[in-house]
């Protein structure tokens, strides 16, 4: 008998396990149901890039002579759950066996471990060895460590991989160019246009679809210019590596109005749901370095990206989880204010961070780090709603590296596993690394008062709300000191105007 393999929306790789062995009678089942297009109310273009991306896909493999059964989102068959999907096509497979690669998120690959027993079938779940390292590597390297530092974690890989190493050495001497990153954006800086292409009949037809049928999730199908295909994705790749990789390092952290996609690769979407190898553009991004075509600041802080954090988050989601999910280190509780869905505050830093998610399913890092996820931290917002929103608005979005991101670096709510102090900021770092206070209903120089810049007054009030939680680390020193100097009438002051911002939150 043959075997019927299970591709998820985010297995669109040639290489993934469940392919590997593929036999001649073995047929691959893809379908687009509702457990997956509605567990967090995905955006509009997050929707639109997985359903297309799924139909180009298994366009691929019908090329190769496979057999596909394919289950479009509108059939009106559709079991609208991947167990029932399987159910439903394993006797038209004439197969007894199913092979899937185990899913990126924790509850997928849970119920997986279930339906063999449920369909009374052989089911082989495998591995998905797309990444660099495994969930066991990771374990051996965090085993009885004090500290599951991500540099440390990074030197491994660097060592392992041979990326970026001379004689055993780190080329350059270092480990990390940050010291050359993380500029401001300087006067008159124009980032380059990002990759895009229009739309063709596949995805068009989805477009209507999910605007029809999602008509209420955040965002518009128009304007939907992403790849879809592993061929786009590739030209999206290269065009980065041309035009921004060059200056991605310097400009880093750097935010400029009406400029979303700065000097970033805007390749997470591809990359995580397979269409791209962390291997290809990690070997082709040295390569740049090697024939004198981008500087080793650029390089090494890319590529870090991606054989760094990309990897440890999800080996700390995979060593952390279930538990993880449960964090809350510093017992927030604060729902999640309507402006996150409509991007209707005067705040211009947060207005301008969220309405470039509701455009594009896009952020980039430090607008989602230090602008969206420093507020989300500083007033003190429910992780779990928090994590949800992320989970739902960004095309890149999957569980296993965004709730690293959101429960550890952004909001510490697992208590410093993953960041070893609060990412906490006032205005003044928003305004050194962007031009967004300008124009800006509030003043980002003005500490106190109605015209108080609101992350000023709120990163006074979360160290003193939190005093008992972070005073004690080393890290949080140099805060607790100067908070240490402030007037009793002051903190007073502080409080009582945090209360009233909280309140109309
Ligand atoms: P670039 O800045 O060009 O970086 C290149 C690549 O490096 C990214 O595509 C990504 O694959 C990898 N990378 C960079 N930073 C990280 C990181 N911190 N963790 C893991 N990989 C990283 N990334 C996601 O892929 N999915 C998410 O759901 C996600 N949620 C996030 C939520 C928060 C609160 C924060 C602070 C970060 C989140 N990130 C997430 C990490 C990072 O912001 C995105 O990977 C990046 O913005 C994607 O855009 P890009 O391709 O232009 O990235
Ligand atoms: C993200 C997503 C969406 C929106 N829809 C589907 C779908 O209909 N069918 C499918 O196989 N996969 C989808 N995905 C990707 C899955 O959610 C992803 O495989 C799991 O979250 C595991 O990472
Ligand atoms: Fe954001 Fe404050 Fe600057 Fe306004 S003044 S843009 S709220 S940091």
């Given amino acids: 008998m043959a075997c019927l393999r299970v591709i998820l929306g985010d297995q669109l790789s040639d290489e993934i396990s469940s392919l590997r062995d593929i036999a001649s009678g073995d047929s691959v089942l893809m379908a687009e149901v509702m457990t997956e297009a509605s567990y967090v109310p995905h955006h509009k273009k997050k929707l639109i890039y997985v359903f297309s991306a799924m139909r180009h896909f298994a366009e691929t493999l019908r090329q190769r002579n496979i057999r596909v059964f394919y289950t479009r989102l509108d059939d009106p068959e559709n079991s609208h759950s991947l167990l029932g999907e399987i159910a439903r096509h394993i006797d038209k497979a004439e197969a007894d066996t199913v092979i899937v690669t185990n899913g990126g998120e924790y509850r997928l690959t849970e119920d997986m471990k279930t339906w063999g027993e449920k369909l009374r079938l052989a089911v082989e779940c495998r591995d998905d060895d797309r990444f660099l390292a495994s969930h066991d590597d990771f374990q051996q ?76 999730n955040m965002g518009d199908a128009d304007g939907f210019t992403y790849a879809v295909t592993r061929g786009d994705a590739l030209a999206a790749l290269d065009q980065f590596l041309t035009d921004r990789l060059p200056l991605f390092g310097t400009y880093q952290d750097a935010m400029i109005d009406n400029e979303p996609w700065m000097f970033h690769a805007h390749i997470g979407l591809y990359l995580n749901s397979g269409l791209l190898s962390p291997r290809e553009i990690i070997s082709k991004a040295q390569a740049q370095w090697q024939h004198g075509k981008a500087p080793l600041n650029a390089v090494e802080g890319f590529i870090r990206q991606i054989l760094g954090w990309r990897e440890y988050v999800r080996g700390i989601y995979w060593y952390r989880m279930p538990l993880y999910a449960q964090s809350n280190a510093l017992a927030a509780d604060r729902p999640l204010p309507d402006f996150f869905w409509t991007a209707d505050t005067k705040m211009r830093c947060l207005r301008i961070s969220i309405q470039n998610t509701i455009d ?21 917002l429910d992780p779990a709603a928090v994590n949800a929103w992320y989970l739902a608005v960004y095309a890149d979005a999957y569980e296993w590296v965004e709730m690293p991101n959101v429960h550890g670096m952004t909001l510490y709510a697992d208590g410093g596993d993953l960041a070893s102090k609060p990412y906490a900021a006032s205005g003044a770092y928003i305004n050194r690394m962007s031009n967004y206070c300008k124009g800006c209903h509030y003043s980002v120089t003005s500490k106190l008062g109605k015209s108080a810049c609101p992350f000023n007054l709120l990163y006074w009030d979360f160290l003193m709300r939190n005093q008992d939680q972070l005073a004690g680390n080393p890290r949080m020193g140099m805060p607790y000191r100067n908070l240490a100097r402030m007037d009793a009438a002051r903190k007073d002051q502080i409080r009582l105007e945090s209360a009233e911002i909280l309140e109309t939150l």
């Fill in 141 to 216: 390297w965090a085993e009885g460590r004090k500290s599951l530092r991500m540099e440390y974690f990074y030197r491994d890989m660097r060592r392992r991989y041979d990326v970026l190493m001379e004689h055993g050495k780190p080329v350059g001497g270092e480990w990390n160019y940050d010291s050359e990153n993380r500029a401001p954006p300087k006067e008159g800086l124009s980032p380059p246009k990002p990759f895009a292409v229009a739309p063709d009949a596949i995805t068009t037809e989805v477009m209507a679809m999910v605007t029809e049928r999602f008509a209420n």
């Fill in 360 to 380: 594009h399913a896009y952020a980039h890092h430090i607008q989602r780090l230090m602008v969206i996820g420093n507020f989300s931290l500083l007033a003190g």
